[in-house]
């Protein structure tokens, strides 16, 4: 279905043409019909689908159907999106400052970890449409007593993921700011019974949209490698410097295992960023631009972080862990591999996350297949700095190493050993 036949206005098409898409996905098939018509959705979409532009071009032609030239500053806030992440929230105001740049339409994103001052003198301007974090959200409501009366249209991005981190009080709060009658948007990657719940108070005779996304892409190539826990980042540098790779996002469930494998890597002379929450805003972006701009050949990112992370020709990702929510790794896999490119994504798999690989494995629908590296098979001789270290316990390995290690704990220098030039 092509996007000119779902009504949208002409400012919006010529934008989409610019930006290259001609052929909605299913789920902005399915919902921007209903958007348009004011309807409260509840969505199952994931991260990837084309899920941004199905609540945001329908609720930009509202608004231009909605001239805002009389309005004053302070009541031309009308459309408020919240989402649980900053990267999320950045991801979002770019896209809609994208599908509005042939409009007078102006959108704001609003989020922690950096200065408030310019986030607030923005809105004291201005702005059409709002997109925030609930922390910071809640931050200018309290401290510059921003006004939501106004507000017609609700977004609640990645719902699953806001419940998961506790702000269900915000959310239902934010419906008692914003105008009694107004349209309320939720998408979620799961219809869990906390989301179904949330739903029933925020949806007024919603419509449910399912779109079956629990698959990856057929273009990404998926390996993976049974390794013990204890000797994973040694073989990370081995792949890395062997096929001399140069951008690798990797993967981990936790923020130590991120600095731990961060630590290991810089041994190896491998050049590479953490990023996860504990991370400042300013190093995450920092972080992010030097991994796009090919100064990182490798950036450790937690799934939370991640999320909303576009990284346009991302040959591959590695997950170094993984992930607890078997759907998580499903959106680790879509950062590689889009707008039709070939990806590839490399799980190193220990014998204590093999449950974890059936049940993904089950969700995706497909078997793995699965290589030992030669030199890494069971029994095969531990390095000397590993054999003091249970594969059962692997938060030793973090407390081992913090720090300036012992006499008795000091491990030969690596520096250097599996680093490549560029070609």
């Given at each position: 279905?092509?996007?000119?036949?779902?009504?949208?206005?002409?400012?919006?098409?010529?934008?989409?043409?610019?930006?290259?898409?001609?052929?909605?996905?299913?789920?902005?098939?399915?919902?921007?019909?209903?958007?348009?018509?004011?309807?409260?959705?509840?969505?199952?979409a994931?991260?990837?689908?084309?899920?941004?532009?199905?609540?945001?071009?329908?609720?930009?032609?509202?608004?231009?159907?909605?001239?805002?030239?009389?309005?004053?500053q302070?009541?031309?806030?009308?459309?408020?999106i919240?989402?649980?992440?900053?990267?999320?929230?950045?991801?979002?105001?770019?896209?809609?400052i994208?599908?509005?740049?042939?409009?007078?339409?102006?959108?704001?994103?609003?989020?922690?970890?950096?200065?408030?001052?310019?986030?607030r003198?923005?809105?004291?301007?201005?702005?059409?449409?709002?997109?925030a974090t609930?922390?910071?959200?809640?931050?200018?409501?309290?401290?510059?007593?921003?006004?939501l009366?106004?507000?017609?249209?609700?977004?609640?991005?990645?719902?699953?993921?806001?419940?998961?981190?506790?702000f269900?009080?915000?959310?239902?709060?934010?419906?008692?700011?914003?105008?009694?009658?107004?349209?309320?948007?939720?998408?979620?990657?799961?219809?869990?019974?906390?989301?179904?719940?949330?739903?029933?108070?925020?949806?007024?005779?919603?419509?449910?949209?399912?779109?079956?996304?629990?698959?990856?892409?057929?273009?990404v190539?998926?390996?993976?490698?049974?390794?013990?826990?204890?000797?994973?980042?040694?073989?990370?540098?081995?792949?890395?410097?062997?096929?001399?790779?140069?951008?690798?996002?990797?993967?981990?469930?936790?923020?130590?295992?991120?600095?731990?494998?961060?630590?290991?890597?810089?041994?190896?002379?491998?050049?590479?960023?953490?990023?996860?929450?504990?991370?400042?805003?300013?190093?995450?972006?920092?972080?992010?631009?030097?991994?796009?701009?090919?100064?990182?050949?490798?950036?450790?990112?937690?799934?939370?972080?991640?999320?909303?992370?576009?990284?346009?020709?991302?040959?591959?990702?590695?997950?170094?862990e993984?992930?607890?929510?078997?759907?998580d790794?499903?959106?680790?896999?879509?950062?590689?591999?889009?707008?039709?490119?070939?990806?590839?994504?490399?799980?190193?798999?220990?014998?204590?996350?093999?449950?974890?690989?059936?049940e993904?494995?089950q969700?995706?629908?497909?078997?793995?297949?699965?290589?030992?590296?030669?030199?890494?098979?069971?029994?095969?001789?531990?390095?000397?700095?590993?054999?003091?270290?249970s594969?059962?316990?692997?938060?030793?390995?973090?407390k081992?190493?913090?720090?300036?290690?012992?006499?008795?704990?000091?491990?030969?220098?690596?520096?250097?050993?599996?680093?490549?030039?560029?070609?």
């Amino acid at each position: 279905m092509s996007f000119t036949s779902l009504g949208l206005s002409p400012l919006l098409l010529d934008a989409i043409d610019q930006s290259g898409y001609h052929t909605a996905t299913p789920v902005q098939q399915a919902v921007i019909p209903l958007a348009l018509k004011g309807r409260d959705i509840l969505a199952s979409a994931e991260t990837g689908t084309g899920k941004t532009a199905a609540f945001a071009l329908p609720l930009l032609h509202q608004l231009l159907q909605q001239p805002n030239t009389d309005i004053p500053q302070e009541q031309r806030l009308r459309v408020l999106i919240m989402t649980p992440t900053r990267e999320l929230a950045i991801q979002i105001e770019q896209n809609l400052i994208k599908y509005s740049q042939y409009s007078e339409l102006a959108t704001l994103a609003v989020y922690g970890g950096a200065s408030i001052n310019p986030q607030r003198k923005t809105l004291a301007q201005g702005v059409d449409v709002l997109v925030a974090t609930p922390g910071r959200l809640f931050d200018i409501i309290g401290q510059h007593e921003l006004d939501l009366s106004f507000v017609t249209h609700l977004v609640i991005d990645e719902a699953d993921r806001m419940l998961d981190l506790g702000f269900v009080k915000d959310i239902e709060k934010v419906k008692r700011l914003i105008a009694k009658q107004h349209q309320t948007m939720m998408f979620s990657a799961t219809f869990s019974e906390d989301v179904k719940s949330l739903a029933a108070n925020m949806l007024q005779q919603p419509e449910y949209i399912h779109v079956e996304t629990q698959t990856t892409a057929a273009n990404v190539a998926q390996q993976v490698y049974r390794v013990d826990a204890r000797r994973k980042a040694e073989l990370l540098s081995e792949l890395i410097g062997k096929h001399n790779w140069q951008q690798v996002m990797v993967f981990t469930s936790r923020k130590e295992t991120a600095e731990h494998l961060f630590r290991e890597l810089s041994l190896d002379g491998i050049k590479s960023a953490v990023f996860h929450g504990d991370k400042s805003q300013g190093a995450r972006n920092r972080a992010l631009e030097e991994f796009k701009a090919g100064q990182l050949r490798v950036l450790i990112a937690t799934d939370l972080a991640a999320r909303g992370l576009d990284i346009q020709a991302l040959p591959r990702v590695i997950n170094f862990e993984l992930p607890e929510e078997c759907e998580d790794y499903v959106h680790r896999v879509g950062r590689t591999g889009r707008a039709g490119l070939a990806g590839e994504a490399i799980s190193l798999v220990s014998p204590q996350e093999v449950l974890l690989l059936n049940e993904i494995e089950q969700l995706i629908g497909q078997t793995l297949p699965t290589l030992i590296p030669i030199g890494y098979e069971e029994g095969a001789p531990l390095p000397a700095r590993y054999r003091d270290i249970s594969p059962d316990k692997p938060k030793k390995v973090f407390k081992h190493r913090r720090g300036k290690p012992s006499q008795g704990d000091a491990k030969p220098s690596r520096k250097g050993k599996y680093a490549k030039a560029k070609k």
